[in-house]
């Protein structure tokens, strides 16, 4: 490689690296734009680099010991300003190319022969313990997993990505890549190696999650297990209450885990021991298992767990999005802002549509929640991002009387809500900056959010879903 | 192009606009937010999307609006030279980032064979776009030295898609 190759490479390594001043980002262009071979070799270092980016986000495991991921669970009132502080993500293209993926496997509902992994069937007549409901950058190997795939009996690997299973019976795991699982049946799985999140209905009390060092019994409940590679086995209940047994040991006295407990079992231990609390591990899975398909930009699902909730959870950087009453059955109609794709736009309150009374509906509370801190307390906060769920959108709420009204329906009785302020979307004609912007996109499942917030206040939007039965 | 169809078509080209953004702008720090309002723009005028039109050629004019626009608001001393930079550089930057899905399918695979080491430092790098400066100190290197690591990487899989774009392969 000659000199000149070799400073243009540097040249080009430092600008994706973030690296370059202004004097070097000028002669950067200059080379690019007068030199044929230097033209090209840019253009091909960039789209190695944005296909780096795309692929390796989105198929290799995520580090569990980095500290932002455990920062990222902790309510600021909770642990101290110090985890209020959370990184701002920026926008990643590799979670849009998942957002693309999982968009068109949804919408194709397409069956694929799946011969690496036995338990997926191709056959709609076969008789199947499971579906695949939600595939995020799936795959086994090469091969994709799509949703709409059915499972039975039988060994499932997941190389990376996300998969979710809705069991005939209404447990649902939320599974995280790398994983491998053996479905026994209807009521039983053995984790051998990764990470699931269940959400187990009435209908499925009793489901059971086997391990290599413990046994873990649903009793009512949602709750996530881990399972390393030498069988230690993390068990974290985020809902309700479990039973756990040393895997040798069903017949001793269980050890009975509830919501906001830990506890580990392993090879090291002849006891079911206690652990602290943390759910890092998991956030990337239980969305899943609540019915988002996933969130990009500055939007995050608040992690899981009983003391989390939007009156004590302040964040400066992110959109967080707290899930509320679920599979609800409203008895009166419900004035929203929103139901149509587009922008949302400041409305009279009785021209505002209405959601008719028996439409069953799920809650989530989107909240940006800005305090003052750091050098410069009193910066305005702006954040954005955008939110697909699983099923359509039936109306999205941000007016300040609607989201008080819906409150009383929706909102987790426990919890002392702040007092909300509605988002100023731009008025018609109006070119100065500093607006908020909602957009509901074509796909109905898909919202935009762009928030701009001073500190010491608040906005929240509350989003209702069309629930199954 | 039904509104569905529209929707999936911007989701599917999104990291074919990073690219195409990134090369314009040769500045990776504002790259995902002239990104985001690409996209906030192509979903607000998607009534004015020709239906006979190449979503594409459309999509890439936007993304170009967006750089000019995003130049203009930094007021950068320099202005006029990265304006013209981004104008005269955008067809062939469209013409690059039309390769770019093909490559992410060709380095799926090439990924798969390095080793556990050279992945994580990749996904930390890459995935998690941890600084370069974090991760020397993280693992107890200088900084000259990640770089060189990942510039070998970086090598082995450019030699790997190279390969297996003569063998025609994917996966």
């Known amino acids: 490689m000659s000199d000149d190759n070799r400073s243009l490479t540097v040249l080009i390594q430092e600008m994706l690296d973030g690296a370059l001043d202004d004097d070097q980002r000028v002669d950067l262009m200059n080379r690019v734009e007068s030199d044929d071979a230097a033209r090209k070799m840019y253009l091909d270092q960039i789209a190695t680099h944005t296909a780096l980016q795309a692929v390796l986000a989105d198929c290799l495991p995520n580090a569990v010991d980095d500290e932002s991921r455990w920062n990222r669970g902790n309510p600021k009132r909770q642990q101290g300003n110090e985890f209020g502080r959370i990184p701002r993500l920026r926008v990643g293209l590799p979670t849009y190319a998942a957002v693309a993926a999982t968009m068109l496997l949804l919408i194709s509902g397409m069956v694929y022969l799946w011969p690496e992994n036995p338990a997926i069937i191709q056959s709609v ?142 090879e090291q ?87 008719p009374s028996g439409q069953r509906l799920t809650s989530y509370l989107l909240q940006l929640d800005a305090y003052p801190e750091g050098k410069n307390p009193n910066r305005r906060r702006s954040v954005r991002g955008q939110i697909t769920f699983a099923n359509p959108i039936a109306g999205v709420i941000t007016a300040t009387r609607l989201l008080k009204e819906s409150e009383i329906i929706f909102g987790n009785p426990d919890v002392e809500y702040p007092t909300a302020r509605e988002v100023e979307p731009r008025p018609e004609g109006d070119e100065r900056p500093g607006f908020d912007s909602l957009i509901l996109a074509a796909d109905r499942r898909t919202l935009f959010v762009e928030l701009q917030e001073n500190p010491g206040h608040l906005d929240q939007v509350r989003v209702l879903i069309e629930a199954e039965e | 192009m039904t509104s569905d169809q529209y929707i999936l078509a911007i989701t599917a080209i999104q990291n074919r606009l990073h690219a195409y953004i990134l090369s314009l702008l040769a500045d990776p720090v504002a790259t995902p937010d002239v990104l985001q ?133 994917v996966g």
């Open chain 1, 269 to 355: 231990s002849p006891t079911i021991d206690s652990t602290d609390y943390e759910v890092a591990l998991f956030e990337n899975a239980w969305p899943v298992n609540s019915g988002v398909l996933q969130t990009t930009g500055s939007i995050r699902f608040v992690s899981p767990g009983p003391n989390f909730h939007p009156g004590n959870y302040e964040d400066n950087e992110h959109i967080v999005v707290f899930p509320e009453r679920s599979g609800f059955i409203p008895e009166d109609a419900i004035r929203v802002d929103m139901v149509d794709p587009g922008e949302y736009a400041k409305s009279d309150y009785r021209d505002k549509p209405v959601l």
């Open chain 1, 125 to 266: 007549d076969t008789p199947h313990v499971a579906l695949i409901t939600q595939a995020v950058g799936a795959y086994d190997g090469d091969v994709a997993i799509r949703s709409g795939q059915q499972v039975m009996s039988g060994q499932l690997s997941l190389d990376r990505g996300l998969v979710r299973l809705d069991f005939v019976n209404g447990a649902s795991l939320a599974i995280e890549g790398p994983a491998k699982i053996e479905i026994v049946d209807e009521m039983r799985v053995v984790l051998l190696r990764g990470v699931v999140t269940a959400r187990i209905s009435a209908s499925a009390i009793g489901f059971v999650v086997n391990t290599k060092t413990a046994h873990v019994v649903d009793l009512g409940t949602a709750f996530g297990v881990s399972v390393g590679d030498d069988g230690t086995t993390d068990v974290c209940v985020f809902e309700g209450e479990v039973s756990v047994n040393k895997k040798d040991s069903e017949s001793s006295q269980p050890t009975r885990v509830r919501e906001g407990q830990a506890v580990r079992a392993s």
């Open chain 2, 37 to 169: 309002e690409t996209n906030l723009v192509l979903i607000r005028k998607a009534d004015d999307f020709q239906i006979d039109a190449s979503f594409e050629s459309w999509a890439y004019n936007t993304a170009r609006f967006q750089v000019l626009a995003h130049l203009r608001d930094r007021k950068r001393d320099r202005l006029v030279l990265h304006e013209a930079f981004a104008e005269k550089l955008a067809p062939v930057a469209e013409v690059m980032a039309e390769e770019t899905e093909r490559r992410v399918q060709l380095l799926g695979g090439c990924v798969e064979r390095l080793s556990d080491e050279h992945k994580s430092l990749l996904h930390k790098r890459y995935g998690k776009e941890t600084a370069i400066a974090t991760l020397a100190e993280d693992l107890g290197k200088t900084t000259s030295a990640i770089k060189q690591v990942l510039y070998r990487i970086r090598n082995l899989l450019a030699a790997c898609v190279k390969e297996r774009l003569q063998e025609g392969t």
